[in-house]
């Protein structure tokens, strides 16, 4: 799509909106910020324009029951939190 595709409520097209979901409980207030402010890094970096970090907008969501479907199943939060745990071998 053309960039002129994208816009917000005012009519600017200057921005990146990213949403990004987590499991309940997974971050505490400071990382958010962090997570915030790697993901606007990272978009910025990707996008080679370092002005871009501070026209992102992350919207953080915090998934509490069965939101995440992964490999046709779907997860509840501890669940998802089990599997992950296992597959980082710190179960």
Same mark, same amino acid.
């Given at each position: 799509?053309?960039?002129?595709?994208?816009?917000?409520?005012?009519?600017?097209?200057?921005?990146?909106? &990213?949403?990004?979901?987590?499991?309940?409980? &997974?971050?505490?207030?400071?990382?958010?910020?962090?997570?915030? @402010?790697?993901?606007?890094?990272?978009?910025? @970096?990707? =996008?080679?324009? =370092?002005?871009?970090?501070? %026209?992102?907008?992350?919207?953080?969501? &915090?998934? &509490? %029951?069965?939101?995440?479907?992964?490999? =046709?199943?779907?997860?509840?939060?501890?669940?998802?939190?089990?599997? =992950?745990? @296992?597959?980082l071998g710190r179960d």
């Open positions: 799509m053309e960039p002129e595709a994208f816009s917000t409520a005012g009519g600017g097209s200057n921005s990146v909106r &990213v949403h990004v979901t987590t499991n309940a409980g &997974v971050h505490n207030r400071e990382q958010q910020f962090r997570l915030v @402010k790697d993901i606007s890094a990272l978009i910025a @970096k990707a =996008a080679g324009d =370092a002005s871009l970090a501070e %026209r992102t907008w992350v919207s953080l969501t &915090v998934s &509490v %029951r069965c939101g995440w479907g992964i490999g =046709a199943h779907a997860y509840t939060n501890q669940e998802i939190v089990r599997t =992950a745990r @296992k597959l």
